[in-house]
């Protein structure tokens, strides 16, 4: 989910768990989201994204899943790595040329 | 390089001094980003240039903040008399496509930012 003020919202899961991430988007007129991976002193890195018209998109261990109806969008890791630690970020692209707009970040944490 | 390189990775600087980032985009890539991370939060957009075209300066939060680009390539970020809620990631991104045009699995890509510190 998102955060307010300083402190991220934190997901803890055992290994080798499902992981479920989630985000509400604010624009109804977005028509293209991106699920992105920060690691610790590093920056954001791509994991995977879906465009408005679609509703579900699997990529390698992660699935996205999109609910325009309530503005949702989910981010599923299966069988959750330490590896996986890190915080993780939504975004949203407004219709037209707009650029992105970012989420505050969820922080999961992968307990052994 | 294979990846957006930012440069310093580490800077640490005394209130009311200048202080310049730097960004090399990935090679062709038409379109360059710089956002802002404080502490615990998302990405705060500052500046957008897409090839000779005049940027996008509409997220610069004072006149104490300017970029620039040079040759469609490399671009510095430049804070004016720093303060301490200077303090912060600065990250530069770049991307092929045009602002709002993303490409299945090619959207943007991220250096590993520069981390201010204003003491």
């Known amino acids: 989910g998102e955060s307010v003020g300083l402190h991220l919202p934190t997901l803890s899961v055992q290994e080798g768990d499902n992981s479920i991430i989630n985000c509400a988007y604010s624009n109804s007129a977005s028509d293209y989201f991106i699920w992105y991976k920060q690691e610790s002193g590093k920056g954001p890195q791509f994991i995977i994204d879906i465009r408005s018209n679609m509703d579900k998109r699997q990529g390698q261990r992660v699935t996205v899943l999109l609910n325009k109806t309530v503005k949702h969008l989910s981010l599923q890791i299966a069988a959750t790595q330490p590896g996986d630690s890190a915080v993780y970020f939504c975004?949203?692209?407004?219709?037209?040329?707009?650029?992105?707009?970012f989420g505050k970040g969820t922080h999961l944490i992968i307990q052994p | 390089g294979a990846g957006v390189s930012q440069s310093p990775s580490n800077k640490v600087t005394e209130k009311g001094k200048d202080v310049e980032l730097r960004c090399d985009p990935i090679s062709g890539h038409t379109a360059l980003y710089w956002y802002r991370q404080s502490l615990g939060q998302g990405l705060e957009f500052l500046i957008y240039f897409q090839g000779n075209s005049a940027p996008d300066k509409s997220g610069l939060p004072s006149d104490r903040f300017s970029a620039e680009r040079t040759g469609g390539s490399v671009s510095t970020l430049t804070i004016q008399r720093t303060q301490q809620e200077d303090s912060a990631v600065y990250l530069c991104a770049s991307s092929l496509g045009a602002r709002g045009v993303f490409s299945y699995n090619s959207p943007l890509h991220f250096g590993n930012g520069t981390r201010l510190t204003v003491t």
């Open positions: 975004a949203e692209k407004g219709g037209g040329a707009d650029g992105l707009t």
